[in-house]
């Protein structure tokens, strides 16, 4: 076997779906990236401003830089009792945050992936990165032959669907690429690295577009983040706009809207490999009162190890009073009458919204 062989079968032996390579060039959609961010859809994500070149051509992270090697990872988890996911006294946490923080478990995986580059070709450099890295990911998986963009932005292996992270190795070794998805003007042929003929896009689909609750796609493969509920519950360290709370429904962490509509999602065959996420009702779907409650080290139990750190006390239980004036139920309003008394002003002004949504005129 070739050494790209090698690589891509020591991928799979350490564990992931996906396997791909491709030059280590300037992305082929830099300029989306120029454009995203002269309209300012990346709202406060300030640090996707920083040094944009080197985010579409990986040679200015490693001098030399000839190839990246790039890894999906499926996340595919099954989906929640109905009578549990759309309680309105529960709050919805997406599917890649059902367990601990996928950067602990992939970031290990890739560091044993650079090692064997290394072993296999003593003189490589390497880095490794999963998506808080540099690197424009989706554009990158894309032309290794990972899958296609939808509509939704997001990466789309026509088998795993879109439930997939993905990370790189950058290397200094230059390998053999795989041919991207070519475009006929009607469908992607697509070969897969594991040598798989796939026809697939999105064609006229605009599921996603159209479930979206916030309305954040302002055309086709376009992504205003500063309306979407990923962001507004992950990323926005302050007020979420008056005006989108009440379509956040019950979403407290993430979103899967634009996903689980996906025919390549509802179609695609899920890996079943015993990952380290799973579907366990309080997790994934947490009593939204019993959140209210949680003091900072109650919040650092239950959470830590979680990417659900990452929006920290002050900003889950900001979202969990939106979700709970979104429940429309008079059950939810002691817990709000609780959090009138936080520490945190963030907390007790989405707990009033709240409240005066669910008491209009008290």
């Not at 897969?192 to 309305?215: D, F, I, K, W």
Request: hydrophobic share 40%.
């Amino acid at each position: 076997m070739t050494l790209s062989q090698r690589i891509k079968e020591k991928a799979r032996e350490i564990g992931f779906d996906l396997v791909g390579i491709v030059p280590a060039r300037r992305a082929l959609h830099a300029e989306a990236l120029a454009e995203y961010l002269d309209r300012g859809y990346q709202g406060s994500m300030e640090w996707l401003k920083q040094e944009p070149e080197r985010r579409a051509d990986p040679r200015q992270l490693l001098a030399q830089a000839r190839s990246l090697v790039v890894v999906g990872l499926s996340y595919y988890v099954q989906d929640p009792e109905p009578e549990i996911w759309n309680d309105p006294m529960r709050g919805r946490i997406a599917r890649y945050a059902w367990g601990r923080d996928y950067h602990k478990v992939i970031q290990p995986m890739l560091k044993e992936l650079a090692a064997f580059i290394v072993a296999e070709s003593p003189d490589a450099q390497t880095r490794t990165y999963v998506d808080f890295g540099p690197v424009l990911e989706h554009d990158f998986a894309s032309q290794a032959g990972l899958g296609f963009v939808g509509k939704n932005t997001l990466l789309i292996h026509p088998l795993h669907g879109s439930y997939c992270f993905l990370g790189e190795v950058l290397t200094t070794v230059e390998l053999e690429p795989d041919e991207p998805a070519t475009d006929d003007g009607a469908t992607l042929n697509w070969q897969s690295p594991e040598g798989q003929a796939v026809q697939g896009t999105c064609g006229n689909c605009e599921r996603c577009l159209h479930a979206c609750p916030t309305h954040a796609f302002p055309a086709a493969y376009i992504l205003d983040s500063r309306l979407c509920i990923s962001y507004l519950t992950i990323e926005l360290r302050e007020a979420i706009p008056e005006a989108l709370r009440p379509k956040m429904g019950n979403w407290i962490f993430g979103c899967d809207d634009c996903q689980t509509v996906c025919p390549w999602v509802q179609k695609g065959s899920p890996a079943d490999k015993g990952r380290w996420l799973k579907y366990d009702p309080g997790w994934v779907a947490p009593r939204l009162d019993e959140l209210m409650y949680l003091d900072d080290r109650a919040f650092l139990e239950r959470y830590a190890g979680t990417p659900v750190m990452r929006t920290k006390r002050r900003g889950l239980l900001r979202n969990a009073a939106v979700a709970l004036g979104n429940s429309g139920l008079p059950e939810a309003i002691p817990a709000l009458e609780h959090a009138l008394q936080d520490p945190e002003p963030l907390v007790r002004e989405h707990a009033q919204w709240g409240l005066d949504r669910l008491r209009p005129g008290v």
